[in-house]
């Protein structure tokens, strides 16, 4: 298994992820707030090449019927930005309600207010590694 980067791309942050090595476990790592494209573009190249990564998983936000709205339309035009930036393959992982379930870890946890609102991304990025990296422990 290689080192992968999981993202949650919203118009305001964007939620990042990163697996070990072994591919056994997500972990956050941080959240970036969007400025532009190219800063956005900017930080995730950086991140890219700290870490290794060899693969990006981003979710889309798929609407619940199944269909592409919208905002998955927004994710993966970013995502073809980012496909020109980065050389590693990207794929997609459908993230329906993801945010909806972090939302609800953190008040398990009671994190709340502005501390929810700085992880929330982070933890919504985590699920979705974490279900696209379930597919090969099993």
């Given at each position: 298994m290689s080192i992968i980067l999981g993202l949650d791309i919203g118009d305001v942050r964007i939620g990042v992820a990163i697996s070990d090595e072994l591919g056994f476990g997500a972990h956050p790592l941080c959240t970036i707030t969007r400025k532009n494209r190219k800063k956005d573009l900017d930080a995730l190249r950086n991140l890219i090449d700290t870490h290794g990564?060899?693969?990006?998983?981003?979710?889309?936000?798929?609407?619940?019927n199944g269909e592409?709205?919208?905002?998955a339309q927004k994710v993966q035009k970013f995502a073809n930005r980012l496909k020109r930036v980065a050389d590693v393959p990207i794929c997609f992982w459908d993230e329906r309600l993801t945010t909806v379930e972090a939302a609800q870890i953190l008040r398990n946890i009671n994190k709340r207010g502005k501390k929810r609102k700085k992880v929330i991304d982070q933890v919504a990025a985590v699920l979705i590694l974490d279900e696209y990296l379930s597919q090969f422990r099993e």
């Open positions: 990564v060899e693969r990006i998983v981003i979710g889309l936000p798929l609407r619940l592409v709205g919208i905002q």
